[in-house]
């Protein structure tokens, strides 16, 4: 299950039954970007989060991820500059005895900063995935490092909430429904969390908020 927002209080209704098929809107589009359907650590894309297309009029899908300012190509890249600037100094003093005492030094540094890299980029491969049907509204977060997250409900009560204040962030968005509230795209930035609570606004009727 996903873990309840902190600092705010639950005010999702109890499920019941649906009082029918209801519609949900086209989804708006955040550019033409390709979405591997691997697993969570291939969506390394230029977006924040995009609705798919639907093959049903009647369902959409919204992923979702957090920027990863620094790509693959360039995270190589990087390490490889800062290794070549960093040994610079050591030419001065190959085959004297003060190489070896310098060495470990650098090569801890390097190592340290290859590891840091190294986790910001796992951390980067959490993906959140919204699910609207007729009759349910699923959310499902794919964590780098343990199990998938689960929360659905009847879509009937299914509702979005913008937190301006008292949030962990500003503008904190939320769902709430079935007795709990759960937290979407808190790792976006204060505009695009913004964009995101208009647009499950407009993908949630009136009559389901």
């Known amino acids: 299950m996903l873990a ?8 999702g209704r109890g499920a019941r039954p649906s009082p029918g098929s209801l519609p949900v809107r086209p989804a708006p589009s955040c550019g033409d970007i390709s979405v591997d359907a691997g697993p969570a650590d291939s969506y390394i894309l230029p977006m924040p989060y995009r609705w798919l297309p639907s093959p049903s009029p009647n369902e959409a899908e919204l992923r979702l991820w957090p920027h990863e300012s620094l790509p693959p190509r360039g995270y190589a890249a990087f390490l490889l500059a800062t290794f070549t600037l960093a040994t610079i100094p ?111 606004s407009r993908q949630l009727p009136p009559a389901r908020r």
């Open 4 to 11: 309840d927002p902190p600092r705010i209080a639950s005010r």
């Open 90 to 200: 050591l030419y001065t003093v190959l085959g004297t005895v003060l190489l070896w005492g310098l060495l470990p030094f650098l090569l801890l540094a390097l190592g340290g900063l290859w590891y840091a890299l190294d986790r910001n980029h796992r951390d980067c491969q959490l993906l959140e995935v919204l699910r609207l049907t007729p009759e349910t509204v699923s959310l499902t977060r794919h964590n780098p490092h343990g199990p998938d997250q689960n929360w659905a409900c009847n879509a009937y009560w299914t509702r979005p909430h913008l937190h301006a204040d008292g949030g962990p962030v500003p503008n904190y968005v939320t769902l709430t429904g079935c007795g709990r509230e759960v937290e979407i795209g808190a790792f976006l930035s204060e505009d695009e969390r913004m964009a995101l609570f208009q647009d499950l």
